[in-house]
């Protein structure tokens, strides 16, 4: 079987190799882009809850109500209507919770307001209000809402005392006072209501506190006057302003009106008397979380603190949990991030919601305590500020966004131990801190707490004088003395990785850390399982290359000793200077687009179909194969064989050049110029060599001289006939012929063919198989039946030859199937691999033909593998019905006197 280059087979293995390559890259994208979505942790066990339910509502004052209407489904179902919700907005919408019942609107514009809060008995007040609104009409609504004043504390409307135009409407078990016959013209209307209010108010040492929002109190109104009545000379007043700058101021008023409430936020009543502090203690009894605890703060010089809360007496449900742990945000921040906590002892559960920390604390813990990073702000003008939030020790279910609904937690703290850097000096100041509300950051400073401050060498102590009853406390530090250290690397590297561990997506750099260290492993893994798939090719090619250097030294003896038992003369190394010879000729001429000085070397069937390929790539397909920088790298024996009355040697070719596809109409000095610029590719061939086994060495191996009188060649290359002694080159009759050229993807190896016997060989006879498959192809490219002329019988020829352009034609094989005698005539059948494109743009499809080739026993005996020529030159025959030779013009014959096609039929 002949093999030839066969380009399908060649993209085949490409493609699959491709498809192999492209699969490992889409599993890694896939596997990094896995990488990069965020995983919930809070879907893991505990992640979830009613704290995590109640969170995902807006932080509007609508839901506060629809908490507030929740909650009663709770356990707490028995106390969540005891006192009212603390939300201080008097014109709070209730569309929550009304979506299915009628339709008010809230009294949001107020023309004055007139408001006697009378404190008949501890935790009781007795409110007597006069509200003027400017109403609109009604529209699409039943009437108005109004809510009464009301404490920021844990409350509820116990009497009402109705005029004729108000009721109340209850829902989910509180009172909300509602106008319900206003439906008059738009214009300014008035409200009158008596009403009577429990409320749970603060204990001290001394009494209880209690705390009224200015916008409770006034609301927007454009008048507004208050009156407390029913304190004491020992009661006070204070007025906390919304410049937290400005202190708070104790004032004996007990009237007030626009002016006097400027700039004011809210206004804290301090009872005094024992009677006040059982009333508030009696109000917090029913509260399901209640601890007594002892705190103490390390500070550290790079501004990490640790918290330890000891636990000295505790009231709790099974899952309780501290309050939110936040950092305030500042543009001058040391750290541009939020709280990153480590080495946390007795927390049971952790979740990350929003910007906060909620942490929930182990039901039998008599302690727990945890390390922060992150609460120094950088050095500010004056001096650096130092704020570390105390969360409580609070009730799980409690909707941490806002002050309680009812008494759910307090927690009272003994003191407060804080442990300063050696040489520092800070000045303490601790605020009651409403919880930040959702992208909020930080937590709303409602009013500084009453301290008493001790220092003891570098321990500063604080005891407050009241419980904590927000969720977190805010503790503000001026530093007076020294200042705080940039935290190191590995501080901040610990802080980070813990942070991430515990909360699972902050801070960001930790993921495309480990994005990075995956993706980096990844490209390890992958560099070190090709650099082993590399050493181990090289080891097995190296391998190879050694065993195929000994296969060569074997096969170049074992030739050369079966050569030299009937011819002694053969010279193995003049043979392969010829043949490297050739090779470079071939080249030269190829890229010349002109094969006729190759053509005493090379059997009918490869000059044919060198000249067949170039004639279609240059006239029908426009285009030139430019190359350079052709080099011979190895050229040795691979195998010999004997092949009918033929000998075959094999050799190998590695060589590499530079060539690149061009159009057929630039000149070969820029053509040469573009090939230069190509990428150097390596590439091995097999060349097969063919001649007779009775031939003999008479003249030293030259390509340029006759092989068997050694007459050096005249300049006109395309003439194969000695004109010394008659010898035809390229028979293979007294030289060597190239027979065949196969790509290393196609080489086989030599096989003897034992089914045929001589005088026939099997490489003859498939040799003029492919140069009558290529003069077949021609001819139906061109249209043209004159180039099939003397290869063909007539019976072929009459059945006409249809025009059918070919593009990048190539022959993969041409394997004799059978060769039979019939009266006289041979008539051999080969099998013809072979691809095509059928437009210049598509790609070439396999193709398999079945040649029929006939040759009478005495010309079949008589051929070689000479390509056909004039008997008395041995010039190329015309390609026409010319019957004169066109250089010596003796006559030529119609027919040659070699195997004839017969017919073509497509291969199955």
């Not at 009378?118 to 529209?139: C, H, R, W």
């Not at 742990?325 to 541009?336: D, F, G």
């Not at 007459?711 to 010394?724: D, M, N, Q, V």
């Amino acid at each position: 079987m002949r093999k030839f280059p066969d380009t399908q087979r060649i993209c085949l293995r490409l493609i699959g190799k491709n498809i192999m390559n492209n699969s490992i890259l889409f599993v890694a994208v896939i596997f990094l882009l896995s990488l990069l979505i965020p995983v919930d942790l809070d879907a893991r066990a505990g992640g979830g809850g009613s704290y995590r339910s109640s969170g995902s509502s807006s932080s509007s004052s609508s839901s506060r109500s629809s908490y507030s209407s929740s909650s009663s489904s709770s356990y707490r179902s028995s106390s969540s209507s005891s006192y009212r919700s603390s939300s201080s907005s008097s014109g709070s919408s209730s569309s929550s919770y009304r979506s299915a019942g009628p339709s008010y609107r809230a009294i949001n514009n107020f023309e004055s307001v007139e408001r006697i809060l009378d404190f008949q008995a501890p935790g009781k007040l007795a409110l007597q209000e006069k509200i003027e609104a400017n109403l609109l009409s009604l529209g699409a609504f039943d009437g108005y809402e109004f809510e009464p004043s009301h404490p920021s504390a844990p409350w509820k409307v116990e009497r009402t005392q109705e005029p004729t135009n108000v009721f109340t409407y209850v829902v989910s078990g509180h009172d909300r006072i509602v106008t319900g016959d206003l439906k008059g013209a738009p214009g300014n209307n008035k409200v009158e209501f008596q009403s009577t209010v429990a409320y749970a108010a603060t204990p001290t040492s001394l009494g209880s506190i209690l705390a009224f929002e200015k916008k409770s109190l006034c609301g927007n109104a454009k008048k507004c006057n208050v009156a407390f009545h029913g304190l004491t000379p020992m009661d006070s007043i204070e007025l906390v302003y919304a410049n937290m700058t400005q202190s708070p101021k104790v004032i004996a008023a007990r009237t007030f009106d626009n002016a006097a409430l400027q700039g004011v936020e809210s206004l804290i009543i301090r009872f005094s008397g024992m009677h006040h502090r059982l009333a508030a203690e009696t109000a917090w009894k029913e509260a399901p979380c209640k601890s007594i605890t002892e705190t103490k703060l390390v500070i550290e010089p790079s501004g990490v603190v640790e918290l330890s809360d000891q636990i000295l007496k505790k009231k709790v449900e099974e899952f309780s949990n501290c309050g939110y742990l936040n950092i305030p945000e500042s543009a001058t921040q040391n750290l541009k991030q939020s709280h990153f906590l480590r080495k946390m002892r007795n927390i049971g559960y952790t979740y990350h919601f929003y910007s906060s920390l909620n942490l929930r604390v182990e039901f039998n813990a008599t302690d727990y305590g945890y390390q922060t990073l992150g609460t120094v702000l950088a050095n500010a003008k004056p001096s650096a500020l130092l704020e570390i939030p105390l969360p409580a020790y609070m009730d799980s279910s409690s909707y941490l966004n806002f002050p309680q609904t009812s008494a759910s937690f307090i927690t009272t703290r003994k003191k407060i131990d804080v442990q300063l850097p050696q040489g520092m000096k800070i000045a303490f100041r601790l605020y009651a801190c409403e919880n930040p509300e959702r992208y909020k950051n930080p937590c709303k400073v409602l009013r500084p707490l009453p301290v008493k401050e001790t220092q003891h060498g570098a321990t500063v102590t604080l005891v407050s004088d009241e419980p904590q009853v927000q969720s977190a406390w805010l503790l503000k530090g001026v530093v007076q003395q020294g200042e705080f250290t940039e935290p190191s690397l590995w501080t901040k590297l610990h802080f980070g990785f813990s942070h991430y561990h515990t909360f699972g997506y902050y801070p960001r750099w930790v993921f495309w850390f480990y994005f990075s260290l995956i993706l980096g492993g990844i490209l390890l893994a992958i560099f070190i399982i090709g650099f082993l798939a590399y050493r181990k090719h090289r080891a097995h090619k190296q391998q190879m290359e050694k065993e195929r250097a000994e296969k060569a030294k074997y096969a170049e003896a074992s030739a050369t000793e079966a050569i030299r038992k009937h011819d002694p003369a053969f010279d193995i190394e003049a043979f392969k200077a010829r043949g490297r010879t050739i090779a470079e000729k071939i080249q030269t001429a190829w890229c010349a687009g002109d094969m006729s000085s190759c053509r005493r070397y090379l059997s009918q069937g490869v000059y044919n179909r060198f000249r067949t390929q170039l004639k279609i790539m240059r006239e029908i397909e426009k285009k030139q194969n430019a190359m350079a920088d052709f080099h011979i790298r190895a050229f040795g024996i691979s195998s010999s064989v004997r092949s009918g009355p033929y000998d075959a040697i094999a050799v190998r070719l590695d060589a590499e050049a530079r060539d690149t596809m061009l159009d057929a109409t630039i000149n070969p000095t820029d053509a040469l110029a573009m090939a230069q610029r190509a990428p150097l590719t390596r590439f091995t061939e097999y060349y097969t060599f063919m001649r007779r086994h009775d031939a003999q060495t008479t003249q030293k191996e030259n390509a340029d001289a006759c092989s068997h009188c050694g007459t050096p060649f005249a300049p006109e290359g395309e003439l194969t006939k000695c004109k010394s002694c008659g010898a035809v080159e390229g028979s293979g009759t007294f030289d060597w012929v190239l027979a065949e050229i196969t790509q290393e993807v196609e080489y086989s190896g030599l096989t003897s063919r034992k089914d045929i016997a001589e005088p026939w060989s099997a490489d003859r006879i498939e040799d003029r198989a492919s140069y009558v498959f290529w003069r077949d192809v021609l001819a139906k490219c061109t249209g043209d039946a004159q180039v099939l002329q003397r290869d063909a019988t007539t019976q072929y020829l009459e059945k006409g030859i249809q025009k059918q352009p070919l593009y990048q034609a190539a022959v993969g094989a041409a394997d004799l199937e059978s060769l039979k005698e019939r009266d006289g005539v041979l008539y051999a059948s080969v099998r013809i691999e072979w691809s095509a494109a059928k437009n210049p743009k598509a790609e070439p499809t396999h193709a398999e033909s079945i040649l029929t080739l006939a040759a009478k026993r005495e010309a079949a005996e008589a051929t070689t593998f000479a390509d056909p020529g004039c008997a008395s030159c041995g010039a190329p025959l015309p390609e026409s019905d010319s019957a004169t030779c066109a250089y010596c013009h003796a006559p030529v014959t119609k027919k040659n006197a070699d195997w004839l096609l017969v017919d073509v039929q497509n291969g199955e």
